[in-house]
């Protein structure tokens, strides 16, 4: 009988003793967190998110130097070869940056942020043409940025054709009514035109 009362405690003891213990978390959930932790910063992020820094910095050839390492790890990775492009393009390396946004594109064709950042290297190159065709497919596929609208009016007005680059800035203006820049531009467009 003491054996029973025994027993019977000693189940009482555990009962009381697991109930003061915190729940178990199923493994299932245990490996959902931790797999979105290992998400939230991958190694590639905060290299990418250093090399962007860079670039604000000013810091062209370090920023440069992680967006190559970046690509070679990367290849299918269409947003790198765009930053290197435009790390390129702000050190006026035009080849290099047209070599890295035309990979991007071969990755994403119907990418309108590559395209325009394209048509800026063309536009810079004072290759308006090419400038235009590029920002015109980049519109194709997004029309509601209005600086693309400005980058196209500008392409057009250093071809002389002012109607066109009027007519392109009044699209900016229609999805930012109360920009003054973009009046400005489109007055002077206007005035090309008397």
């Keep these: 009988?003491?054996?029973?009362?025994?027993y019977i405690a000693s189940i009482l003891f555990l009962v009381l003793l697991l109930r003061r213990l915190p729940p178990r978390i199923p493994e299932k959930i245990l490996k959902a967190e931790k797999a979105q932790e290992e998400k939230a910063t991958t190694p590639e992020e905060s290299r990418e998110d250093k090399a962007d820094q860079l670039v604000e910095e000013g810091k062209l050839k370090a920023a440069e130097k992680i967006y190559l390492s970046l690509v070679v790890e990367n290849p299918q990775e269409a947003r790198f070869y765009n930053k290197l492009g435009l790390v390129y393009?702000?050190?006026?390396?035009?080849?290099?940056?047209?070599d890295a946004l035309q990979q991007?594109?071969?990755?994403?064709?119907?990418?309108?942020?590559?395209?325009?950042?394209?048509?800026?290297?063309a536009y810079q190159e004072e290759k308006y043409d090419e400038a235009v065709e590029a920002y015109e497919k980049s519109l194709e596929i997004n029309n509601k940025i209005a600086s693309r609208f400005v980058n196209l009016g500008l392409a057009?007005?250093?071809?002389?054709?002012?109607?066109?680059?009027?007519?392109?800035?009044?699209?900016?203006l229609i999805l930012e009514p109360?920009?003054?820049?973009?009046?400005?531009?489109?007055?002077?467009a206007e005035e090309k035109l008397k």
């Design 1 to 6: 009988m003491a054996e029973l009362v025994l």
């Design 89 to 98: 393009l702000k050190g006026k390396n035009y080849k290099d940056a047209r």
């Design 104 to 121: 991007a594109l071969t990755i994403e064709p119907d990418n309108d942020t590559f395209l325009n950042n394209l048509g800026l290297i």
């Design 156 to 172: 057009y007005f250093m071809q002389k054709k002012y109607r066109k680059a009027a007519d392109a800035y009044e699209q900016a």
């Design 178 to 188: 109360a920009n003054e820049e973009y009046k400005k531009l489109l007055a002077e």
